[in-house]
């Protein structure tokens, strides 16, 4: 099986940074991309950020200048570096992979989850 497994999760106070990281492993073919989603108590799921093979990202609107995520150069492990952190960013954060097994079965595969909560 394809897994990606989170860490780096943890508390902090705010304005304070963490770094996650997420592993993929098992029989990947390819990754074409790779994110962080959130959920909040009481809030929906929403996709933080992205990365694209070609080393595109994107963010959403409430963690830019912040947030910066980033991929290793000879493998697919990706990175989150949350600086200036806020209460509302509390939440578990998972990370995605959108891969394909062979050149022509494309699937997602989702960690865990890693707790990060940002209190005084």
């Known amino acids: 099986q394809v897994q990606v497994v989170e860490s780096g999760g943890g508390l902090v106070q705010p304005g304070g940074s963490l770094r996650l990281s997420c592993a993929p492993s098992?029989?990947?073919?390819?990754?074409?991309?790779m994110g962080w989603y959130r959920q909040a108590p009481g809030k929906q799921r929403e996709l933080v950020a992205h990365?694209?093979?070609?080393?595109?990202?994107n963010y959403v609107d409430s963690v830019k200048g912040r947030f910066t995520i980033s991929r290793e150069d000879d493998s697919n492990t990706v990175y989150l570096q949350m600086n200036s952190l806020k209460p509302e960013d509390t939440a578990v954060y998972y990370c995605?992979?959108?891969?394909?097994?062979?050149?022509?079965?494309?699937?997602?595969?989702w960690g865990q989850g890693t707790q990060v909560t940002v209190s005084s």
């Open positions: 990365i694209t093979s070609g080393g595109v990202a």
């Open positions: 995605t992979a959108d891969f394909y097994i062979d050149s022509y079965s494309p699937s997602t595969a």
């Open positions: 098992g029989n990947i073919f390819s990754i074409a991309t």
